[in-house]
């Protein structure tokens, strides 16, 4: 009789011995892929910090305006005052280097990545398990081999970020382009576009709005995951809370809390308002440029069906 | 008339391995026991057809009778897996890419059913669209865009997205981009079927319009027998991916020849169709008196000779004829010189328009057809 309990397979040893000779043996690979995301986070932190609270509150504000409208703007200045009031604002600066290097890491390696899925179905049935295998395992289980690789700080913790958020924005780049019309795709391959002309006339325009709703997930796993590197050294608002709850400090822990979660807020509404424009532009009849400037001048403006979107959205 | 494309035997198969399936129709395979023994479904089935230069022939089947199949392999879209199609005289099944892409921006254009407009772009955008991918610089871009909006009578919605445009001025968009590339060849892929019968009809119009200024090669797809009738130089009807019947509309109306194209023809408005041609008399002049060059001259009624009698041309439809008709007054068919060709007797008239039997036969008995 075959006795299971007989056997063991020392998986857990064999993962440890194969990390570790990665490690050992890659370590100057690990250093070059560490190197750029350093420099990017330590450009776009000093950049943060340097800049006077005021004026980040006015730029920021005047995005929020520009891409959401007068709700998010007002939520946005309120939230920033807050965040300085609180005492917060250099971690949050820190924690939005932190999330904006690994949004600028997660589009450079996601959308290409998913753009090549979209066009081979080989290159999907390879990546998609490993997306399925990076979205279920918890996030906290890749600091480990994160700080045998690249050591602790901000910069592992970078990594470990793009490696959380970048599976929604494969997913999404993908997804977007298979679902472009065929009859677009047609009318595309019918007057003879190439295939990158098809790529940049057809596919890549028609799928931006789901490109940019991959964007919106991406973002927030990324604000959820700058928090849960904190264990790992990574500074900004997830150690303000790590400290809090070291020190039995529930007010301190309070704190950071709250600054995450108005952070979070403010970029998740930033960026849906990005994927949502897109979609309304494409999607409802937009007056040409001429009739809204004609509409501006006589002062009234053109009814768009748009109207009707904006407030179910509620902005 | 030279043909400007020349399908010969072609064949379409939807499935894994279509040599092999073309190997076993070759053998004598039939649609059916191809479905049943590889799963492959024979979407065009050794197809042959002419089309003639400038004219507008029209592809006319049922859903899943492989008419848009058919005219997706002229251009390539669908890869055919056997026969030839050639274009000018030229096999364009052995084109390379690069070829098949230059005979696309240049010679072959097309009209989609949902008109596949890019919806982010603009509509002088979408028209200039084939020209942005030959590479044409933006500002000629735009001035050939700008010409073609004004052909389909447009000018004025240039800076507009597609969303705000009605059905039918989309599809005048969908023909001004394909019209743009100056390709000689157009697929019309059921490009009037999503619009309303109204607009439909006036889409028709504006095609047959610009028909006689452009003198395109048209291949026009539709389900719609009153609209291949409408429109054709020339009508091949399809069903189960085979061409089953090919001809001049008249032809096909006249002589159904199977019972599955009678079905489309039973309705039809035979008045609008058939013309004095196609039902007059040529056996005796029926008392009409000619001068020397062959002209009417006179009717001979029983009191004496008598201008009382009324002339159609050759090419005039029933429906004119039938509406300037008067009882007792005969009717002389002339051609464009004057010169009488034949008679119309009234009971004639009648049955052309009913399609009583057979509609008349051209030149026997004067006896009233039953």
């Known amino acids: ?315 | 008339m030279t043909d400007r494309i020349e399908i010969r035997n072609l064949f379409k198969i939807f499935g894994k391995h279509p040599e092999d399936s073309l190997r076993r129709l070759r053998e004598g395979a039939t649609k059916e026991t191809l479905l049943a023994e590889t799963g492959s479904v024979l979407g065009v089935d050794n197809v042959s057809l002419n089309v003639p230069k400038g004219s507008i022939s029209v592809i006319m089947g049922l859903s899943g009778s492989g008419k848009s199949t058919l005219a997706r392999c002229v251009n390539r879209i669908l890869e055919p897996d056997g026969g030839q199609i050639l274009l000018d005289g030229e096999d364009i099944t052995c084109c390379s890419p690069d070829q098949m892409r230059e005979i696309r921006r240049h010679r072959i254009s097309m009209v989609f059913q949902n008109f596949g407009l890019l919806p982010n772009k603009t509509v002088i955008e979408n028209v200039g669209f084939g020209l942005k991918l030959r590479g044409m610089s933006e500002r000629e871009r735009q001035r050939k865009a700008e010409e073609m909006l004004e052909v389909v009578g447009l000018s004025a919605w240039g800076s507009h997205l597609p969303a705000s445009l009605s059905g039918g001025m989309r599809q005048r968009v969908g023909l001004a981009r394909a019209l743009a590339t100056e390709a000689d060849v157009l697929i019309m892929d059921e490009a009037f079927s999503a619009l309303d019968p109204l607009i439909r009809s006036e889409m028709q119009d504006e095609l047959l319009r610009l028909q006689t200024r452009l003198h395109k090669t048209v291949l026009f797809i539709t389900h719609d027998f009153q609209e291949a009738l409408r429109l054709g130089t020339r009508i091949a009807i399809m069903a189960d991916g085979a061409l089953i019947r090919e001809g001049a509309p008249q032809e096909i109306v006249e002589d159904p020849r199977s019972e599955y194209v009678a079905g489309f023809t039973r309705g039809v408005d035979r008045a609008r169709l058939f013309d004095a041609q196609s039902i007059m008399r040529t056996d005796e002049r029926d008392g009409f008196r000619l001068d020397k060059k062959g002209r009417v001259e006179s009717w001979r009624k029983e009191g004496g000779p008598s201008m009382d009698f009324m002339t159609v041309n050759l090419e005039d439809k029933l429906i004119e004829i039938a509406r300037r008709a008067r009882s007792g007054r005969p009717i002389a068919v002339i051609d464009d010189t004057g010169r009488f060709c034949g008679h119309i007797p009234q009971d004639a008239l009648l049955a052309g328009i009913a399609g009583a039997g057979d509609a008349t036969p051209k030149s026997e008995t004067k006896e009233p057809v039953a």
């Open chain 1, 1 to 315: 009789m075959l006795n299971l309990e007989n056997y063991y397979i020392p998986l857990d040893r064999w993962i440890q011995t194969f990390v570790e000779w990665i490690a050992f043996n890659f370590r100057p690979a690990f250093l070059v892929i560490k190197w750029p995301i350093e420099g990017l986070l330590r450009l776009i932190q000093d950049g943060l910090l340097a800049m006077p609270p005021l004026l980040f509150l006015v730029v920021f504000t005047a995005l929020a305006w520009w891409l959401a409208g007068r709700g998010l703007a007002i939520f946005t200045a309120l939230s920033l005052v807050l965040l300085m009031l609180i005492g917060v604002w250099p971690e949050s600066m820190t924690t939005l280097a932190l999330i904006a290097t690994a949004i600028v890491i997660c589009v450079l390696i996601g959308i290409p990545t998913g753009i090549l899925c979209a066009r081979s179905d080989t290159a999907w049935r390879i990546v998609r398990p490993v997306l399925d295998v990076m979205q279920t395992t918890p996030s906290f289980v890749y600091l480990i081999p994160v700080v045998m690789l690249f050591g602790v700080g901000t910069v592992p913790g970078a990594v470990a970020v793009v490696v959380v958020a970048v599976p929604p924005l494969i997913r999404f780049t993908n997804l977007g382009i298979r679902m472009v019309d065929r009859e677009l795709i047609e009318a595309g391959v019918a007057f003879g576009a190439t295939e990158r002309q098809l790529l940049w006339e057809v596919q890549l325009p028609q799928a931006l709005p789901t490109i940019l709703g991959g964007l919106n997930q991406t973002v927030l796993m990324a604000m959820v995951m700058a928090v849960i590197v904190a264990m790992i050294g990574a500074e900004g608002l997830g150690l303000v809370v790590l400290q809090g709850l070291g020190r039995l400090d529930v007010g301190r822990a309070a704190v950071g809390g709250i600054g995450i979660v108005l952070l979070a807020i403010i970029l998740d509404r930033l960026t849906q308002a990005m994927a949502n424009r897109e979609r309304r532009e494409e999607m409802s009849a937009r007056p040409g440029l001429r009739a809204v400037l004609g509409g501006m001048f006589r002062g009234s403006r053109p009814a768009l069906p748009e109207e009707a979107i904006e407030k179910t959205h509620g902005r």
